[in-house]
């Protein structure tokens, strides 16, 4: 199924229903159907041909969202990208995937206006809502809708810049057939009543986009928020009934730290998807309590998207009703139509309980990187996808992810895996988040040292962290040094980004507490 696929079979279930909503106004599925056809007859009269790569520059908005479904009916591939990036970043992104045309915001003209100088491949600007900068404004670029149906069987629907925590982006190639079976799965693993009302605190950008098609495969609203705001979402979670919704373990933390949270009522909520990093044991017990039974986690990557593995909100529970706690430090088990193992440096697969690089087969992997076919070889080496976690699978098939393999310290001689020791740090009180890394020791090769950020008004003793974290996971994991700062430095999209942390730590930048 194309994108616009979904879009139509929410529309044939109800064309008059509500299909996208912010804030008082929305527009019916026959609005948003309506408007794709205008944005997919512009985009061929412009000359964009089915394989064209068009992108959009925009925070979360129904119009935006609604170009996704044109470009879709195109035949054309939709280029996320993301509001946060610097505008050299987004220049570098546009120039790479030999972008066409371009869609954003007015908000976003300045950038558009540094870096359109840059980019002679793209021969089409277009300003959503207001006076262009550069191009052409909507009601220049937009006419009426016609039959355009341009399709290929199985095109590439997407063209996603993976998220550059390590190093310059690469383009992610997902075909249709990976988004369909990613919806296939959603729609099988987790809990769907009629018509469910999905709300998108997330960048529309990234999982929350792809998160919006099972959900208009079922004729349902989309609410959507312009930008995270914990006290909002509350609001809105209430008034419009949200059954749906997803948020990265960071906003989870805030809104856990919100004084609405018990107040509001929240009973409408089938499932709230957590994903994209690791989320604390302890934090989670406190989401399953103050939010409810509904918590959903979800495990992929940019290069086979959500679905690599998951835990519904029932496996977060034994047979007889109490929390499965061992449970909630997995990434579920391996999605229906995905298989999972675990493979040593030599391409061999290993038995249950050993760890090793976690490596995929199924549908749901992309179909390469675009112009590298170097890095797609290296990511498919032995047959598999390779994803770059570690891990392994238990007795009853969990996945359990215990580092990045960039990430792993070697302290002493001993493999410490971060993961662990920041489950650890996080199970002590007055802490936010944190991250766990390794820095060059001349005793120990590398010595573990976590940063953490503490909850508002929170004091954190050093020494007091190391001796809670030492009785639990031992003095070789114990960090050597706690540092604490007001905050975190993080990706575009909420990941705590190491390197730049190990960096400032290197010059530092930062005093220890412990």
Same mark, same amino acid.
């Given at each position: ?22 804030? #008082? ?8 159907? #309506? ?25 979360? /908005? ?5 170009? +996704? ?31 066409? @045309? ?15 100088? /840059? ?34 069987? #199985? %095109? ?20 249709? %057939? ?36 099972? +959900? ?13 705001? @914990? ?5 809105? +979670?209430?008034?419009? &009934? ?20 018990? %107040?509001?009522?929240? %009973? ?71 298989? @999972? ?19 995929? &087969? ?146 530092? /930048? ?5």
């Amino acid at each position: 199924m194309r994108l616009v696929d979904y879009l139509d079979k929410g529309a044939s279930l109800d064309a008059e229903a509500p299909c996208l909503t912010l804030d #008082d106004r929305s527009l019916s599925y026959r609005e948003v159907q #309506d408007l794709a056809r205008r944005v997919a007859a512009a985009l061929v009269a412009r000359g964009v041909r089915p394989g064209g790569k068009v992108a959009i520059l925009s925070a979360n /908005d129904p119009i935006s969202f609604s170009c +996704v479904f044109g470009i879709s009916l195109a035949g054309a591939v939709w280029c996320p990208i993301n509001p946060r990036n610097e505008a050299a970043e987004n220049r570098d992104l546009l120039s790479a995937f030999d972008c066409e @045309v371009l869609i954003y915001q007015e908000g976003f003209a300045p950038l558009v206006e540094r870096i359109a100088d /840059d980019l002679p491949g793209v021969h089409t600007f277009v300003c959503l809502d207001g006076a262009p900068v550069r191009g052409i404004d909507w009601d220049a670029f937009t006419g009426p809708a016609d039959s355009t149906d341009e399709h290929e069987p #199985d %095109s590439i629907a997407m063209l996603v810049g993976t998220g550059g925590t390590t190093g310059k982006p690469k383009g992610v190639l997902l075909t249709e %057939s990976n988004l369909e079976t990613m919806t296939s799965m959603t729609l099988i693993g987790y809990p769907f009543g009629r018509r469910p009302v999905y709300l998108a605190i997330a960048p529309l950008t990234h999982a929350a986009g792809v998160l919006c098609m099972p +959900v208009l495969s079922l004729g349902g609203e989309i609410v959507i928020m312009r930008s995270p705001d @914990v006290d909002r979402f509350l609001e809105l +979670v209430e008034m419009r &009934r949200v059954t749906h919704t997803f948020m990265p373990p960071t906003l989870i933390y805030a809104l856990l730290g919100s004084e609405r949270l018990d %107040s509001t009522d929240l %009973s409408s909520l089938e499932c709230f998807w957590y994903g994209a990093a690791p989320m604390s044991v302890t934090r989670l017990e406190e989401s399953l309590r103050r939010i409810g039974p509904v918590m959903g986690q979800l495990f992929g990557q940019t290069e086979a998207p959500m679905m690599i593995s998951m835990l519904p909100p029932a496996e977060h529970f034994e047979a007889d009703g109490s929390v499965a706690t061992a449970r909630l430090a997995s990434a579920g088990r391996p999605a229906p139509l995905v298989t @999972v193992e675990i493979m040593d440096e030599h391409g061999t697969l290993l038995p249950r309980g050993e760890r090793g690089e976690v490596v995929v &087969r199924s549908p749901l992997v992309m179909a390469g990187y675009y112009k590298n076919p170097e890095a797609t070889a290296e990511a498919s080496a032995h047959g598999w996808h390779h994803t770059g976690d570690i891990g392994y699978l238990d007795a009853d098939g969990y996945l359990f992810i215990v580092d990045r393999a960039k990430d792993m310290i070697i302290s002493g001689g001993f493999n410490v895996y971060s993961t662990e020791v920041e489950q650890a740090v996080m199970a002590h009180g007055g802490i936010r988040d944190c991250a766990v890394l390794g820095l060059p020791d001349e005793k120990w090769g590398e010595r573990v040292v976590v940063v953490v950020q503490p909850e508002p008004d929170a004091q954190i003793d050093g020494e007091a962290l190391r001796a809670f974290v030492k009785e639990r996971i031992g003095s070789v994991k114990t960090p050597k040094e706690v540092h604490v700062w007001d905050d975190l430095p993080r990706s575009k999209v909420g990941k705590v980004v190491k390197p730049e942390i190990k960096a400032r730590l290197l010059v530092g /930048d930062a005093p220890a507490e412990g």
